[in-house]
C-alpha cells in the first residue's frame, strides 16, 4: 500500500508530508479552508487515484455526510459505517442509543440547547437546574475537550453556552451543545471496540485517561489501575452492548465515567481511532490500524482480533504513555509553538514513540500542540512505570517548552505510582502553587543533573546531594553517583537543550 498525505500551508514541511509516498496541498492554516473540506480530501485521493480515505483521529473522522461522500466518490472510507457514525459520532444520538441499550448514561439532555431561540433561555435554566450544579456544556459534535465548559451557577450558563457552542463551530463546524450533569470525583475509562460487516463487536481491553488537562488527555494506560476482572467484564459488557445496538463497524471507543462508587456511565463514543490506540495494541498485540483496513474491506474480524478479545479481562502485561505537547506547564499548559531545536526520543526494549516532528521543525500555533506520544510496555505497572522513568530520563527537547517537566515529576508522584488516579489529578497534584513549584524545582534540577561535570549547567549543589522527589512523595537525594553516570548522555545536547525548562 502507497500513502498520501494532505496538508495545509503551516504543514508544508511537516513529517507526515515527508513520509508519505505522495502528498497534496488543501489549503491555508484554518482548517474551515483546508482540514475541514471534505471536498478537497476527496479531490486528492482521486487525483492520485487512491482506493481508500483514512480520516485520522479528527476533524472529519466523525462525519456521517463525509463518510456519504466518500462513498458516492467510489473510494472506501477506512471507520465506522455511516450509519454508525450518524448513530454515535454524535454525543447526542450516542446517549439516546445507549439509553435503548438499557446502559447508564450520565443525567443530562438529549437534544441541543435552542441557543437561537431568546425565548427559551428561561428553559433551558430549568433543565440545567433540575439536572443540578455543577454541570457541563458539552459539544454534540468531535472530541478532545473542545467546546467543554464547567458550569457552577446559572449566572454562569448562558457564557458558557455561547462560548461552547462558538468553539465547537470553529473546530468542528457545528455549534451544537447540549448539558450533563458532572460527577465528580470520577475516573474516565474507554474501552476499545472493533467491528465487521457481518454483526460482530468485541471489546479489546480498556484505557484509563483520568489525568487530563481542560479535559484533554495527558496520560493513558492500558490496562485501567485497581479494576478487578469483574469489573473490566462488566465494562467491556457495556461499550459492545451500545456498539451492537448501533452496528458498529470498524474501530470505536466507548467512554465511561467510573465513580466512587464503582459505578460506570456512559459518556460517548468515539466513532474513529484514538490518539492512545498505542497502548492497547502494545498490550493485545493488535496492529488496529492494520485492522481497520482489513474490516473497511469487508472482513470478518481476524483471528487475532478474536484472540485478543478473548484475553482483554485477564492482561498479561501493561502499557503506559504520555503525550508530548508544546505546552508549559507552568502556565497553566498554555501553547509554546516554535521551532524545535534538540529532539532525541528514547529506544530499547519495550519503548515506542510515535512523533510528528523532527529537530528543526517548527511547531505551527494552528493547531493541537501533541507533538509526540511516548509508550512503554512492561509486565505489569510497577514495571511500566519504571521503564516509562527511564525513558523519560533520555528525552531531550531544546527551542521550546514542553510538558516534558510535568512528565518527570508525574513518574515519581506517590499518588500515581500507587494508581490514586481521578480527572481531578492535574488539580490535586499540580495546579496547587506550593506543589507546582516543588515539580518545577525538581524538573530544573534532573536537567541540571543530566549535564556532564565541568559544563555550565552543572551546578555544585547538585554534585554535592540536592532535594528530589521521593516514591513517597517526600525530599530525596540526587547523588554525585547519579550525575556522573547519566554524564555520558549526549553532553553538546544536554548543554544546548538546559532552555527547555522554565526559568
Known amino acids: 500500500m502507497e500513502s498520501v498525505a494532505v496538508y495545509s500551508e503551516p504543514d508544508a514541511a511537516a513529517a507526515h508530508v515527508r513520509a508519505a509516498d505522495h502528498a497534496v496541498y488543501l489549503g491555508p492554516a484554518p482548517a474551515a479552508e483546508s482540514y475541514l473540506r471534505g471536498d478537497l480530501v476527496i479531490r486528492a485521493a482521486l487525483d492520485t487515484d487512491s482506493e481508500a480515505i483514512h480520516p485520522g483521529y479528527g476533524f472529519l473522522a466523525e462525519r456521517a455526510e463525509f463518510v456519504r461522500d466518500v462513498e458516492a466518490a467510489g473510494l472506501v472510507f477506512v471507520g465506522p459505517s455511516r450509519a454508525a457514525i450518524a448513530a454515535l459520532g454524535d454525543k447526542l444520538a450516542a446517549r439516546a442509543v445507549a439509553v435503548a441499550a438499557d446502559v447508564p448514561v450520565v443525567p443530562g439532555t438529549f437534544v441541543p440547547a435552542a441557543l437561537d431561540r431568546p425565548d427559551q433561555l428561561d428553559a433551558i435554566v430549568r433543565t440545567a437546574e433540575e439536572i443540578g450544579f455543577p454541570l457541563m456544556v458539552k459539544a454534540a459534535a468531535g472530541g478532545g475537550g473542545r467546546g467543554m465548559r464547567r458550569v457552577a451557577s446559572v449566572a454562569e450558563l448562558p457564557g458558557a453556552l455561547i462560548a461552547g457552542a462558538r468553539e465547537s463551530a470553529a473546530a468542528f463546524g457545528d455549534g451544537s451543545v447540549y448539558m450533563e450533569r458532572e460527577i465528580r470525583p470520577a475516573r474516565h475509562i474507554e474501552v476499545q471496540l472493533l467491528g465487521d460487516q457481518h454483526g460482530r463487536v468485541v471489546a479489546i481491553g480498556?484505557?484509563?485517561?483520568?489525568?487530563?488537562?481542560?479535559?484533554?488527555?495527558?496520560?493513558?494506560?492500558?490496562?485501567?489501575?485497581?479494576?478487578?476482572?469483574?469489573?473490566?467484564?462488566?465494562?467491556?459488557?457495556?461499550?459492545?452492548?451500545?456498539?451492537?445496538?448501533?452496528?458498529?463497524t470498524n474501530a470505536a471507543t466507548a467512554e465511561f465515567l467510573l465513580d466512587r462508587d464503582g459505578n460506570f456511565w456512559f459518556l460517548e463514543v468515539n466513532a474513529r481511532?484514538?490518539?492512545?490506540h498505542?497502548?492497547?495494541?502494545?498490550?493485545?498485540?493488535?496492529?488496529?490500524?492494520?485492522?481497520?483496513?482489513?474490516?473497511?474491506?469487508?472482513?470478518?474480524?481476524?483471528?487475532?482480533?478474536?484472540?485478543?478479545?478473548?484475553?482483554?479481562?485477564?492482561?498479561?502485561?501493561?502499557?503506559?504513555?504520555?503525550?508530548?505537547?508544546?505546552?508549559?506547564?507552568?502556565?497553566?499548559?498554555a501553547p509554546t509553538p516554535g521551532r524545535l531545536g534538540t529532539w532525541r526520543m528514547p529506544a530499547g526494549p519495550g519503548v515506542r514513540v510515535d512523533a510528528a516532528v523532527e529537530a528543526g521543525d517548527r511547531v505551527p500555533p494552528d493547531y493541537d500542540p501533541m507533538i509526540a506520544k511516548l509508550m512503554v510496555v512492561a509486565a505489569d505497572r510497577s514495571a511500566a512505570i519504571d521503564r516509562l522513568r527511564r525513558a523519560l530520563d533520555e528525552v531531550e527537547i531544546g527551542g521550546l517548552q514542553t510538558t516534558l517537566p510535568f512528565d518527570l515529576t508525574l513518574v515519581r508522584n506517590a499518588a500515581f505510582i500507587e494508581g490514586r488516579l481521578s480527572t481531578d489529578f492535574v488539580a490535586e497534584q499540580w495546579d496547587g502553587a506550593a506543589d507546582r513549584a516543588r515539580a518545577l524545582d525538581l524538573a530544573r534540577r534532573l536537567a541540571v543533573a543530566r549535564a556532564p561535570i565541568g559544563s555550565r549547567a552543572m551546578d555544585a549543589e547538585v554534585i554535592a546531594g540536592t532535594a528530589g522527589w521521593g516514591s513517597d512523595g517526600s525530599p530525596s537525594a540526587l547523588t554525585s553517583a547519579d550525575t556522573?553516570?547519566?554524564?555520558?548522555?549526549?553532553?553538546?545536547?544536554?548543554?544546548?537543550?538546559?532552555?527547555?525548562w522554565p526559568k
Not at 481511532?273 to 492512545?276: A, G, H, K, M, T
Not at 473497511?296 to 481476524?302: D, K, Q, R, V
Open 206 to 248: 480498556e484505557r484509563d485517561c483520568s489525568i487530563q488537562r481542560r479535559h484533554q488527555k495527558l496520560v493513558e494506560e492500558s490496562p485501567a489501575p485497581g479494576l478487578t476482572a469483574e469489573q473490566r467484564r462488566h465494562v467491556h459488557e457495556l461499550a459492545v452492548r451500545v456498539a451492537t445496538a448501533a452496528r458498529l
Open 273 to 276: 481511532l484514538q490518539v492512545e
Open 278 to 333: 498505542g497502548v492497547t495494541e502494545l498490550v493485545s498485540d493488535l496492529d488496529l490500524v492494520r485492522e481497520q483496513f482489513w474490516l473497511a474491506a469487508g472482513h470478518p474480524l481476524s483471528a487475532a482480533a478474536l484472540a485478543a478479545a478473548a484475553r482483554a479481562t485477564d492482561p498479561e502485561r501493561h502499557s503506559i504513555e504520555v503525550r508530548i505537547s508544546a505546552e508549559d506547564p507552568a502556565r497553566a499548559f
Open 484 to 500: 556522573v553516570g547519566a554524564s555520558n548522555w549526549g553532553t553538546a545536547a544536554r548543554e544546548a537543550g538546559v532552555d527547555r
